[in-house]
């Protein structure tokens, strides 16, 4: 059974920067897949950005030039960047891995950025 922990959320203003943490309880070179999601109250759960095993990245539109993945495999933690923030990006910000076909959750982060 693999644990992804999610951390680093807080509150910020617009325009400021954060660094998102995601720690597994196992080998992050053997996921097939990483990535972030988020959900904001009253809407479903989206895709933000993901990596591959071989550390190819890939982000959703609205996010792309301002937040950036990477991944420390020794520390078996991924990290989301996120720089300029708007408070569009408010959300509970959730990490995902799959390993083969079975895929894996944390219980997410908070990102507060007021208007």
């Known amino acids: 059974q693999v644990q992804l922990v999610e951390s680093g959320g807080a509150l910020v203003q617009p325009g400021e920067s954060l660094r998102l943490s995601c720690t597994s309880s196992?080998?992050?070179?053997?996921?097939?897949?990483v990535a972030w999601h988020r959900q904001a109250p009253g809407k479903e759960r989206e895709w933000v950005a993901s990596?591959?095993?071989?550390?190819?990245?890939d982000y959703a539109n609205f996010v792309k030039g301002r937040f950036t993945m990477s991944r420390d495999i020794r520390k078996n933690t991924v990290y989301l960047q996120m720089n300029s923030l708007k408070p569009e990006d408010t959300a509970v910000y959730y990490c995902?891995?799959?390993?083969?076909?079975?895929?894996?959750w944390g219980r997410g982060t908070q990102v507060t950025v007021p208007s």
């Open positions: 196992g080998s992050i070179a053997s996921f097939k897949v």
């Open positions: 990596m591959t095993a071989g550390g190819m990245t």
């Open positions: 995902n891995a799959f390993l083969g076909t079975v895929g894996y």
